[in-house]
């Protein structure tokens, strides 16, 4: 069965430095979205994305963030310097198509600002 | 305000019996619910979806959906001590084709053997 990849697993980075977290979601699908989880909070969304463009993106998601599909595979979310906040969960969806509201999670990567 | 609400709990039941999961949206155009399920340190895992009133089951899940009252809820029968993990209510709005989804903060359940 197809799945959402992710990587990292685990990003360790200083404060102020560039990440780049990367994302392979699943062949067909059309949308693709970045969510972030803090330790012990909700899931909150950062961005969507849909025909190499920005769809929505939340209050989070300001100038530190930008996200991109280089090669039509691979979905990119880069925050460009680092703040100790930034540390959590970031979580890559997809769906198929707009009539199919199911998004698929990819395994996630831990990021650690230190 | 988009808010999705869920008891915190731990919700504890025994093995072999029902659990039952609540969740409240306060935005009533709403279209679409879903229910993850999301054990410890990994990413939500999707167990159901329901958009239209009524019940929707999937083998020893049922997913109920009631708009007027803003209520939807989860019922896993015959709980197994594999279920016990995180169940997360999301929610989304149709919004420029987008459909993000708002999480509820989620219900730990505890399946005691």
């Known amino acids: 069965e197809p799945e959402v990849t992710q990587t990292p697993s685990h990003q360790v980075t200083q404060m102020g430095q560039e990440v780049i977290l990367r994302c392979v979601p699943i062949s067909n699908h059309l949308y693709f979205y970045w969510y972030r989880q803090i330790l012990g909070q909700k899931v909150e969304f950062l961005v969507s994305f849909y025909n190499n463009e920005i769809s929505e993106k939340s209050e989070i998601f300001d100038d530190q963030f930008s996200v991109e599909r280089p090669d039509g595979s691979n979905f990119t979310l880069k925050i460009r310097s680092t703040k100790l906040e930034d540390s959590a969960m970031y979580f890559c969806a997809s769906i198929y198509l707009a009539g199919e509201r199911e998004q698929y999670f990819g395994p996630g990567t831990r990021l650690t600002v230190t | 305000q988009k808010e999705v609400e869920q008891n915190s709990g731990p919700l504890s039941v025994p093995e072999g019996a029902i659990a039952s999961l609540n969740c409240t949206y306060s935005?009533?155009?709403?279209?679409?619910f879903f229910w993850y399920r999301q054990y410890s340190g990994k990413s939500p895992e999707l167990i159901m979806s329901?958009?239209?009133?009524g019940d929707k089951e999937d083998g020893r899940f049922t997913a109920q959906l009631n708009k007027a009252s803003q209520y939807v809820s989860l019922l896993i029968r015959d709980s197994q001590p594999s279920d016990s993990a995180t169940y997360l209510c999301?929610?989304?709005?149709?919004?420029?084709?987008?459909?993000?989804?708002?999480f509820g903060k989620g219900t730990k359940l505890s399946v005691i053997p």
């Open positions: 999301a929610v989304t709005l149709p919004g420029a084709g987008s459909y993000q989804l708002t």
């Open positions: 935005d009533r155009v709403s279209q679409s």
């Open positions: 329901i958009y239209s009133n």
